[in-house]
C-alpha cells in the first residue's frame, strides 16, 4: 500500500508542478521556471518519503510534513510569480484544489477495482483531462489579469480554493478516509465537479465584468471625441460667420483708412488695423496638436480648465500618425488631464494651475502632467496610484492610464515633492509602422 500511495502523490506532485508552471504568468525565462518547479518537486517526494515511508505510524509527522508541503508548494508559485502579489496566492492555492480531484478519483477506482495500476493509470488520466480542460477553457482569461496592474484585490477570491481543499480533506481524507466511508464517494465527485464549474463562471463572470468596463471607457472617450468634435465644428461655424462679417465691413473700413491717410493721422490708422488683426485672431480655431483624435479632447480639456479658471502650461507635440492607438492615448489624457483640473479647480486663484507635457513620438512617448495640492493625497500601497477619496467606484481613471501603461510596456508612476503632484507615463517603442 505505501508503494501505491508514493506512486499517487508523486503524480500529483507532477501535476502540481505543471499548474503552478501553466497557470502563473512568470517573471523568469521557461527554463528557468521549469527548474524551479523541478527543485519544488524534488522537494515534495522527499517530504513524501518521510510521512509515507520512515514514520508512516506518526501523525505528528504526517501534520508537520504536509505543512511544510503546503509551504513550499505556495512558495514556488509566489516566488516564479511575476506580480507576487494576492493572484499568485489565489494560482498556488487553486493548483492544491485542482491535484486533489485526480487524487480522489484515483481512490475510488481502487476502491472498485482493488487493481492498483488501473487506478494509477485512471488517477493519471483525471488528471490530464482536468489539466486540459483548465488550459483551454480559462488560461488565457486567467494570465491576462495576472498582467493587469489594474486588477490586484484578490485575497477575497483567495477564500475559495481554501475552502474547497479543506472541504475536500475533510470528506476524502481526515478524519476518516474514503477507504473508511465509501458512502462519501457521490458527495466528493459532485463537489469536484461543482468546484470546477465555480472556477470557470467565476473568472469568466469577472472577464466578462471587465470588458463591460473596458467598453464603458470606450464610450467615455467617444463621448469626448464626438463634444470635441462638435465644439470644434461650432467655433469653426462662428469664427467662418465673424470673418465674413468683417470681410463684408473691409470696405467700410479701407474707406476709413483712405480718409485718414489723407488727414495724415497714422495713428488712427494703427488703431483700425490693429482691431483687424485682433478680430482675424479671436476667431481662429486653436490647434493644439496634429492627431485629430487627441486634438478634439484636448480642446475639450482646455474648455473645462478655462471654465473653471484652471491655467494651462501646455507643452504638447503629437504626430497625426502615432505608435499608439490613437483612442487610447485620447483617453489616458483625458483622465490625467481631469484628474488634474480636479484638484486644481479647489485652490485659491493664483495656484490654479496645471502644467501639462505631452511629447509622442515614433520611438517614444512621455506624458507628465503636474499640479499644485493642499489636500493630503493617499497612495495605495499594491499598485503605488492614489487612492480616491470619492469612494470604491472613483480612481478607475488612474487604473486605466496604468493598464495602457502596461499593455504599450510603459512605466507609470505619480507622487508628491515639494506641495506639487507629478503623474508620469514613459514608454520607449520600437521603430514600427506607426497607426492610427
Not at 66 to 90: H, P
Not at 112 to 141: C, D, E, Q
Request: glycine letters at 6%.
Amino acid at each position: 500500500m505505501a508503494y501505491y500511495k508514493n506512486i499517487s502523490y508523486l503524480i500529483s506532485h507532477v501535476f502540481l508542478m505543471l499548474y503552478i508552471y501553466l497557470f502563473i504568468a512568470s517573471r523568469y525565462s521557461g527554463k528557468k521556471t521549469a527548474g524551479i518547479c523541478a527543485s519544488s518537486f524534488s522537494a515534495l517526494c522527499s517530504l513524501d518519503l518521510l510521512k509515507l515511508n520512515l514514520f508512516p505510524d506518526s501523525q505528528l509527522c504526517y501534520f508537520v510534513v504536509t505543512l511544510l508541503q503546503i509551504i513550499v508548494t505556495q512558495f514556488t508559485g509566489f516566488f516564479i510569480s511575476k506580480k507576487r502579489d494576492s493572484r499568485a496566492v489565489f494560482a498556488g492555492l487553486s493548483a492544491s484544489s485542482y491535484v486533489i480531484a485526480g487524487s480522489v478519483v484515483s481512490t475510488v477506482l481502487y476502491l472498485w477495482t482493488k487493481n492498483m495500476p488501473f487506478s494509477l493509470a485512471g488517477g493519471a488520466a483525471t488528471h490530464a483531462v482536468i489539466l486540459l480542460v483548465l488550459y483551454t477553457r480559462i488560461r488565457n482569461i486567467w494570465l491576462n489579469y495576472q498582467n493587469k496592474e489594474s486588477m490586484k484585490s484578490w485575497w477575497e477570491l483567495c477564500l475559495i480554493p481554501v475552502f474547497f481543499y479543506c472541504s475536500f480533506s475533510f470528506l476524502a481524507f481526515c478524519p476518516f478516509s474514503l477507504d473508511d466511508h465509501p458512502q462519501n464517494i457521490p458527495g466528493v465527485m459532485l463537489f469536484i465537479i461543482t468546484m470546477f464549474i465555480s472556477y470557470v463562471v467565476v473568472l469568466r463572470y469577472v472577464a466578462s465584468e471587465s470588458q463591460r468596463t473596458e467598453i464603458g471607457w470606450k464610450n467615455i472617450i467617444y463621448e469626448s471625441y464626438i463634444k470635441g468634435l462638435e465644439n470644434q465644428y461650432a467655433l469653426i461655424e462662428q469664427s467662418e460667420k465673424n470673418l465674413r462679417i468683417l470681410r463684408h465691413d473691409m470696405r467700410h473700413y479701407s474707406g476709413m483708412i483712405d480718409s485718414l491717410l489723407d488727414q495724415g493721422e497714422y495713428g488712427e490708422i494703427k488703431k483700425i488695423t490693429a482691431h483687424i488683426h485682433s478680430v482675424a485672431d479671436a476667431n481662429r480655431v486653436t490647434r493644439y496638436c496634429e492627431n485629430l483624435v487627441v486634438n478634439t479632447v484636448l480642446s475639450c480639456m482646455m474648455e473645462q480648465a478655462q471654465a473653471h479658471g484652471v491655467e494651462v502650461h501646455s507643452d504638447i507635440h503629437i504626430a497625426g500618425k502615432l505608435p499608439v492607438n490613437s483612442y487610447e492615448l485620447a483617453m489616458v489624457t483625458a483622465n490625467l488631464f481631469e484628474n488634474s483640473l480636479d484638484c486644481a479647480r479647489n485652490l485659491d486663484k493664483k495656484e490654479r494651475f496645471t502644467d501639462l507635457k505631452i511629447r509622442c513620438e515614433e520611438d517614444h512617448l512621455l506624458i507628465h502632467i503636474k499640479n499644485r495640492y493642499h489636500d493630503e493625497i493617499l497612495f495605495d500601497p499594491e499598485t503605488g496610484l492614489p487612492k480616491s477619496v470619492r469612494g470604491a467606484n472613483h480612481g478607475l481613471g488612474m487604473q486605466s492610464v496604468q493598464a495602457f501603461s502596461d499593455k504599450i510596456g510603459g512605466n507609470f508612476s505619480c507622487c508628491c515633492e515639494d506641495g506639487l503632484f507629478h503623474a508620469v507615463l514613459f514608454a520607449k517603442f520600437a521603430k514600427y509602422p506607426a497607426v492610427l
